[in-house]
């Protein structure tokens, strides 16, 4: 199997298999970047989130690390945003593939690179310690997210920035179960409403998380409730949004799955599950009301059922039912032509699953799964 170089897209490879037949992989992310976005004559080249020295440049990004402060220059815009932490002393940092780490007096702190973003991470071990968190920003922030979680899921942020310094707050408002993490900043690079996740009893709904999953969910977003019986009727779901798809419209399909890298380990309880394709040529990015969004996914054709029992351990991949006929009919969509997007939903909004019977896999947003 040799890959057609010159069939690459920003979040897609290609593959000749011999015979007339060829394998297209996409991503919900990028997996390629270009030096010049500008250049249409440009090869896309595999993006590489190894540190070189002080800097990982082979990304959509060029991102600079020097003591306190990171850059981001984004290759596609120019735009360049700086970020430094306000810490006394100096910082030891101590670099990896996926991350630079240092230690701090009531934790850690992490420089994590991902295919589209770069995070800036602080862990708090001890209740000690304070939630609160201040940087000296550069650039525009209205493209940057601020998070905080704990072991029990996440938790609300305040965020205030006044002269040049950027301040982040955690409001505790359940008991803390440590260590607590913050992300005081996410830049992202590229768009990131290609995934969602959603409950149907609570009407939560969020397209920046770092998992999807499907079943019957036992909290809500951002919330821990222990007593799993609250949400009866509490079920699951996910949108996955993929662009610049590659298929001729006269392509004959022999193939076709989606693979999900578990993010979390889950019991093998009993969970009933559908897979299903929206009946749409060119699908946007996900709206940003759940309304809108249950309107689409009331837009489907061909649900492929996915019934299992069996346990997830994280970090593991695995492959849903055979939906070769499902993407058959999806380029036949009057209006469907090569580099046109797909979107697929998962869930188990039929109430089929177990009482608490969920998976969770990593999403877009999630920094090297």
Known sequence: MQEIIEHRRVNGKCFDLGGGKQRLEISTGPIHYKENYDDPAEMWKDI??????????????????????????????????????????????????????????????????????????????????????????????????????????????????????LTERVVPHRELAYPVMVDPVTYEVEASTDDVFH?????????????????????????????ISQNLGNRAGAGMRFDNVA????????SAFLRLRASDSKSGTVMRTRVMGENAADPATFPAAIADFLTRRAN?????????????????????????????????????????????FWDDLAARSDLGAHRLAYSWDAANP
């Open 48 to 165: 590489d989130l190894r540190w070189r020295g002080n800097v990982i440049d082979r990304a959509p990004y060029i991102l600079v690390h020097n003591g306190k402060s990171i850059s981001v220059t984004n290759r596609r815009t120019g735009e360049v945003r700086t970020l430094e932490i306000e810490q006394p002393g100096q910082l030891d940092w101590n670099r990896s593939r996926s991350c630079a780490r240092a230690k701090i007096p009531d934790g850690m702190l992490e420089v994590i690179a991902g295919r589209g973003a770069v995070k800036f991470r602080r862990t708090i071990k001890v209740p000690e310690r304070p939630l609160e968190s201040t940087f000296k920003v550069e650039g525009d922030i209205s493209n940057m997210r601020f998070w905080a979680g704990d072991t029990r899921g996440p938790l609300k942020v305040e965020v205030q920035r006044d002269n040049g310094t």
């Open 199 to 227: 409950t149907s009893y609570t009407q939560d709904y969020e397209r920046a998380m770092t998992f999807i999953g499907a079943g019957s969910q036992p909290k809500k977003i951002g919330e821990y409730e222990p007593d």
């Open 247 to 254: 298929i001729d419209v006269n392509s004959i399909i022999t």
């Open 300 to 344: 489907i054709h061909m649900p492929v059922t996915w019934d299992f029992s069996t346990a997830w351990i994280r970090g593991e991949d695995y492959d849903s039912p055979d939906l070769t006929a499902l993407v058959q009919f999806m380029i036949e969509i009057s209006g469907w032509a090569a580099d046109n997007a797909m979107v697929f």
